[in-house]
């Protein structure tokens, strides 16, 4: 009876530590994935409610319950910095891998371990159950979808998080592979291993040691690409924005459309040609042909006497590259926010290793949902607008 009364606090323990989970998340519903890790923990409370009513209490109820791993999720996303999303699904192969946490602005991946580091090292030395996957797999999964997944042109850095500690050939072993592992080391019990394990064991410290040289080749070859990316490549977007009189002191008028009324009021309390020449400072900037022929069409469409002369000024600072009509960004579905010419400028953006700079925030977003992160700079859009101040009312400059 005592052992049963002892069950069921641990279990009410449980419940209430899930309900301080989700009070904790609450706060940070803003984060995306957030709702989806709240509504794992919920359902896990109903379970262990439901286990409760009933009266049947196991010590495998709580040895089981996936609460242990979310809590695990909770303790480490608050540490996180830059936090990006929980629980993201990321496509892999013909199948999804979910991240536990993305953070550092997209930079780094973790997946959080919350297992005995003893259960750990023996799966990965073929000791689990059928089919079970060792967190070695589990690594060359994350490594292998995370050069599909590159941030700035380079692969996240995964982390994995071993709540619960582990064992130190296994952590050298996931460190060669390129993996950063957090989490207590612990030194490896030899008593309690049997012959084949211990010589199992021996394999994956030798697989470390032969490999050191390679760690060393593996660093020269990727350090070039952490230096900061310094080729830009313009939407049209941009372009636009650079050369509208409301961006050059013109920024003063009520037009009668209200979306260049609305990105007037916009220009006042946020200036872009500042942002844009500081991001333009010291870097190559390109535009594809695509983004060219489009920029050039509107200009001489709709484009005022001086902001065709910034435009052509804008345009010899910048190199035309021919539009590049491979790779991830291409593969996207068109529709939508998906247009065919965004497509080409981000794409060349893309095989060019350069920053897209673009007021298009809704291409951004349509291919994160399609599963293909872009890497942009994000400003506000603004239009030209000189043709529109004869029928304009000017204001008095606040």
Request: with cysteine; proline share 3%.
């Amino acid at each position: 009876m005592e052992d049963k009364d002892e069950l069921f606090q641990c279990l009410e323990e449980k419940i209430a530590n899930g309900r301080k989970m989700i009070e904790r998340l609450k706060l940070e519903d803003k984060i995306d994935g957030i709702e989806k890790l709240i509504r794992k923990i919920q359902q896990e409370i109903k379970f262990l409610e439901k286990v409760h009513c009933a009266g049947n209490l196991k010590k495998k109820h709580l040895q089981s319950t996936n609460l242990i791993h979310l809590n695990a999720i909770v303790t480490r996303l608050f540490c996180a910095k830059d936090l990006i999303s929980v629980m993201r699904p990321f496509k892999y192969q013909k199948s999804r891998l979910e991240v536990d946490i993305v953070c550092n602005n997209g930079a780094s991946w973790i997946k959080v371990i919350a297992r005995n580091a003893r259960a750990l090292t023996l799966i990965s030395l073929g000791k689990g159950e059928y089919g079970q996957k060792s967190v070695l797999d589990q690594a060359n999964s994350y490594l292998m979808s995370s050069k599909y997944h590159l941030y700035r042109y380079k692969p996240p850095d995964v982390i994995f998080h071993f709540a619960y500690g582990i064992e130190i050939p296994l952590a050298l072993r996931l460190e060669q592979m390129g993996i950063i592992v957090e989490g207590d080391r612990i030194d490896v019990d030899n008593e309690n291993l049997n012959k084949v394990e211990h010589d199992k064991l021996e394999l994956l410290k030798d697989s470390v040691n032969d490999s050191e040289q390679d760690l060393d080749l593996h660093s020269l070859n990727t350090s070039a690409l952490s230096t900061e990316i310094k080729l830009l490549n313009l939407d049209v977007s941009t372009l636009l924005a650079y050369v509208t009189n409301m961006s050059n002191g013109c920024n003063n008028y009520i037009y009668r459309e209200p979306l260049l009324t609305q990105q007037s009021e916009m220009e006042r309390k946020r200036p872009i040609k500042p942002i844009l020449e500081n991001l333009f400072h010291e870097k190559e900037l390109i535009i594809c042909q695509t983004a060219y022929s489009n920029f050039m069409n509107i200009i001489d469409v709709i484009g005022g006497p001086k902001e065709t002369l910034r435009a052509h000024e804008l345009l010899k600072k910048v190199r035309i590259v021919d539009d590049i009509t491979t790779g991830r960004v291409m593969q996207l579905r068109l529709g939508g926010k998906i247009k065919d010419r965004s497509r080409l400028v981000f794409a060349t953006g893309e095989n060019m290793k350069s920053i897209t700079v673009s007021a298009n925030e809704g291409f951004v977003r349509a291919a994160r949902m399609q599963g293909i992160e872009c890497t942009v700079f994000l400003h506000e859009p603004r239009s030209l607008s000189e043709m529109k101040e004869s029928n304009a009312v000017k204001t008095e400059p606040s």
